[in-house]
């Protein structure tokens, strides 16, 4: 390789971070911001104090929730999907690159959102169901072997996985959960914006930089030309 002018076209595992990655925005925030009464305790407050685990603070929020679930979907249609991640997953499966998700937050937005545009990818996230007046209802992930006490879902377990296969593993995410997983790839490999892109600074960890999702995947495009 390297002088040989070889080039490795066989692209890879993208693993993706979901709310504030795929999405403009959280749902949870979003949740708490228009869904949840004034008067609910600061459970993420909690969280980073270590006083409960991550999965159990957005746990609480969820099941706090008390609107109606067509209040419920039209919030999470606020969370603003990359408009290009259909064509981006697309552009990316065709240069040989799998994308997969990876998310702390419920599975029941996640679907819904890629659904509505026609996307079909590996979703490890918390399961989970709405029921008026109890709210949406999250479970541990407790069959899969990625299954981790603090977020649910071992994000950074799927991620070394991938990599025992001898795959070549990128990794995207915007949150203190995805500190872990994007540890564990290569610099080049590693994309990150809010408080993940603080987290790396503050270890002096490389990595790109992204405003929108489908940048990572233009990036990781152009890597294999
Ligand atoms: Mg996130």
């Known amino acids: 390789m390297g002088t040989s002018g070889v080039k490795n076209r066989s692209g890879g595992v993208l693993v993706s971070d979901f709310d504030g990655t795929m999405t403009r925005h959280d749902f949870y925030k979003l949740a708490i911001e228009s869904l949840l009464p004034p008067d609910v ?12 685990t991550h999965f159990e603070g ?7 929730i008390r609107a109606s679930e067509d209040d419920v979907l039209a919030v999470v249609e606020r969370m ?31 679907r819904r959102l890629l659904a509505a545009v ?29 299954w981790s006490p603090n977020l649910g879902v071992d994000k950074a377990g799927v991620v070394r996985d991938f990599l025992h296969q001898g ?13 872990e997983p994007a540890r564990v790839v290569s610099a080049d490999l590693r994309f990150a914006r809010g408080d993940l892109a603080d987290v790396l600074r503050n270890e002096r960890l490389e990595f790109h930089p992204f405003d929108v999702w489908s940048d990572i995947a233009n990036r990781l495009l152009q890597r294999e030309t």
């Open 167 to 179: 795959l070549t593993v990128a990794f995207a995410g915007d949150g203190f959960p995805d500190a």
């Open 58 to 64: 957005l746990r609480r929020y969820f099941a706090a």
């Open 118 to 146: 026609g996307v079909e990818i590996e979703i490890h996230a918390n399961p989970g169901r709405f029921e008026a007046g109890q709210g949406l209802l999250m479970e541990m992930p407790l069959q899969s072997k990625y």
């Open 41 to 52: 305790p600061d459970y993420w407050a909690d969280y980073r104090t270590g006083s409960i």
């Open 80 to 110: 603003d999907l990359d408009r290009q991640l259909p064509t981006a997953v697309k552009s990316l499966r065709h240069a040989g690159w799998q994308v997969v998700v990876t998310s702390a937050g419920c599975e029941w937005y996640i």
